[in-house]
């Protein structure tokens, strides 16, 4: 996994609340049995004026001129602005496949839909979560601004404006940070502790034998 | 301490735990399906590690699958490639049972585990589909999971977990006849928001819940996601024993009474600790029907669709407004007159043989409306179509105008051939009527099986409680 230190990267606002994994990666596009390429189909039905199908060009398609990744403004932007229950609905991986392959390292937002919140993590994406108050101060920031940026900083957990007039704290867990900076791969440290999964195991296949064999 | 039922299932299966309470949660059963592993195989593959404990694996194919001329193969090559990548997967590194496409036992993953027995109370369950809280319905601690995380319970037989807080759903009284599970998943989206349970494990209580069968119980757990909860649970009684004996992988003679004598303490103690309690009256609760593009936008049949001007919060009116349009559907329009173009029976939420008992129940012996132009039954796995078909229930529905089809996740999601054109409307059992979830451009109004057959019937929604 690719590591998670200091991030300094353009915003792009996506202003709208339940932003679903379906509207992430919609479902034509779990077909494939990679990990990767998902970038060019993220918020597909949004993005492109035709349907998606894989196997199609992307580059030939009618871009949607009003989404706003769509917008000169954004190219090239590394964190997204959401609102909240970011990611709700499905378990499929492909949602932060799709926007770490777009080039999204961070989204910000005032809550995250628990699996998809999880799976950030898996892949070097983080998601932060700031109060709602704070997030509606960033939207106006972002859209008065061209070109606005932020910079965050995992190991200190602060995100930081660019002239560095606004600081502001979030909250992650010690294990996950950990593995973020480090850019370890979570089944190594798992595999860490193999004798007690072993000894668990054995004790568990004494008291209920009937979940074995 | 008194404990709830998932500080239990929670307590029973840690192996290790972090100063941050981070902990190694230990996992019974894995349910596989074609979608969401074969990156976590390859991931397995290049790393040279191999699965920790075969016995705990139960796959089959599921969403690519077509309901259709199933001696023709899968038609579509890239959903071909993906189905015969399980098998290649699961012939390299073996499971406890496979169901491959074509077997008479393949159907939906959260409708052929409980069938099998494979799913008992006190287990972890885990599956990369997020619908696995279904199973949560037999006192489990079950919940989806993501691609990495499917490889890392293969790896490790663990998940690296955090405790969740415990939601207590608690619903009392007597249903109307016509009134299900799905319409109080519903109502309960209804009132605490897709968000409502974020962080929490539900468990759903009270003399509403224990009089539900077990493929009530288990539509109602599979829309606890849909609460934001990713896992949702219902304590053990005789009903859950009386569904699990004699299936196929629960145990059985000394081991049946041992196994027992233990799920009877799966219930939350007296007195035990709720950080969050939500209290519904089962006698409020009408049949429910969504008119937005999420789950908590949802109505009683009898109400009108709402105003985004009535609505002061901004970004609320505007998902509001955003959602009309979508749904082309104008503010104050009554639920009744909404007139649709397809029905769906089926989905891991609605397509055990009880919901098409209910849908047979209200359909018999009249006829699909003329505007309809396609009403399908998909059974949720082959022992489901075999038992209704038994049961004479695929003659009312094809007597009827319905299509029977073969199992299989279908219309749900749309990822094989089965889905919406653009702009059509239908009333459907599924568990999300997110935009496009059943075809770009497709308007999805979720409903029980009973309101979907009654809406296939007269063409618009009606309320089944006085309909005929």
Redesign the interface.
Same mark, same amino acid.
């Given at each position: 996994m690719e590591k998670f230190t200091v991030l300094n990267g353009i915003v792009a606002p996506l202003?709208? @609340? !339940?932003v679903?994994t379906?509207?992430i990666i919609? =479902?034509?596009f779990?077909?494939?049995?990679?990990?990767s390429g998902f970038g060019p189909n993220l918020f597909d @039905?949004w993005r492109y004026q035709d349907?998606g199908e894989?196997?199609m060009d992307n580059s030939k398609r009618p871009l949607n001129p009003d989404f706003v990744l769509n917008q000169p403004r954004y190219k090239g932007a590394s964190i997204l602005l959401a609102? =909240? !229950?970011f990611g709700?609905?499905?378990?499929?991986?492909h949602a932060?496949w799709a926007l770490t392959d777009y080039g999204f390292r961070a989204v910000i937002a005032p809550?995250f839909?628990?699996?998809f919140y !999880? !799976?950030c993590f898996?892949?070097g994406l983080l998601p932060i979560v700031l109060t709602e108050m704070r997030i509606d101060q960033l939207f106006h920031e972002v859209n008065a601004f061209p070109g606005y940026k932020l910079t965050v900083d995992l190991p200190r957990q602060l995100v930081l404006t660019s002239d560095g007039a606004t600081q502001v704290g979030f909250e992650v867990? @010690?294990?996950r940070k950990h593995c973020l900076i480090n850019g370890l791969d979570?089944?190594g440290?798992?595999?860490l502790? @193999?004798d007690?999964?072993r000894a668990?195991?054995a004790r568990?296949r004494t008291e209920?034998?009937?979940?074995?064999? | 301490m008194p404990q709830t039922l998932y500080d239990k299932l929670w307590a029973s299966h840690v192996v290790h735990v972090e100063d941050d309470g981070t902990a190694l949660l230990y996992i019974d059963r894995h349910l596989v399906h074609e979608v969401t592993s074969p990156q976590a195989f390859e991931g397995l593959r290049l790393a040279g590690r191999k699965p920790w404990r075969i016995d705990s694996i139960v796959a089959t194919a599921d969403h690519n699958t077509p309901t259709t001329d199933w001696n023709e193969g899968i038609k579509d090559p890239i959903s071909r490639l993906q189905v015969e990548t399980l098998d290649a997967n699961i012939r390299e590194y073996g499971a406890k049972a496979y169901f491959p496409f074509l077997d008479r036992r393949q159907g939906i993953v959260h409708v052929i585990g409980p069938e099998q027995g494979a799913t008992l109370p006190g287990m972890t369950v885990v599956c990369g589909d997020s619908h696995t809280s279904t199973h949560g319905a037999f006192a489990c601690l079950a919940h989806g999971i993501g691609t990495s995380e499917v490889e890392h319970v293969l790896a490790t037989q663990c998940l690296v977990q955090k405790k969740m807080q415990n939601m207590l759903v608690a619903v009392e009284g007597p249903l109307a006849r016509g009134v299900g599970a799905k319409d109080i998943a519903l109502a309960v989206i209804g009132r605490i928001g897709t968000a409502g349970g974020t962080g929490c494990a539900v468990e759903f209580a009270g003399s509403s819940i224990r009089a539900l069968s077990m493929e009530g119980r288990m539509t109602l757990c599979n829309m606890a996601i849909e609460a934001g909860a990713r896992a949702g649970m219902v304590a053990v009684d005789d009903i859950t024993i009386a569904y699990l004996k004699g299936r196929p992988f629960a145990p059985s003679g000394e081991a049946w009474n041992r196994a027992v004598a233990y799920w009877r303490t799966l219930t939350s103690d007296e007195g035990a600790h709720f950080d969050r309690v939500v209290r519904l009256d089962a006698r409020d609760i009408a049949p429910q029907v969504t008119w937005g593009t999420s789950p908590e936008m949802v109505v009683p049949v009898g109400a009108r669709v709402p105003d985004p001007d009535k609505e002061k919060d901004p970004t609320r009116r505007e998902g509001m407004e955003r959602a009309l349009i979508y749904m082309g559907l104008k503010p104050n329009t009554r639920i009744e007159d909404i007139r649709l173009d397809k029905v769906f029976i089926g989905s891991c939420t609605n397509s055990r043989i009880e919901d098409l008992r209910a849908a047979a129940a209200v359909v018999r012996g009249k006829r699909v409306a003329a505007n309809i132009r396609l009403a399908l039954v998909v059974p949720g796995s082959g022992l489901v179509k075999a038992q209704a078909e038994q049961e004479g229930l695929d003659r009312v529905f094809k007597d009827s105008g319905f299509q029977w089809r073969e199992p299989g996740c279908s219309m749900c999601l749309a990822m094989n051939a089965d889905r919406l054109e653009p702009g059509e409307r239908c009333a459907s059992t599924s568990n999300r009527n997110f935009e496009g979830r059943q075809g770009a451009g497709g308007r999805t109004h979720l409903v029980s099986p009973e309101m979907a057959a009654g809406a296939a019937i007269a063409g618009h929604f009606v309320d089944v409680r006085n309909w005929r």
């Open positions: 202003d709208r @609340a !339940n679903d379906d509207a919609p =479902k034509q779990l077909k494939s049995i990679k990990r @039905a349907v894989p196997g609102r =909240k !229950n709700c609905g499905s378990s499929r991986e932060p809550s839909a628990d699996i !999880n !799976n898996k892949n867990d @010690a294990h979570d089944i440290l798992s595999l502790h @193999a007690e999964i668990f195991e568990r209920q034998p009937w979940l074995f064999g | -």
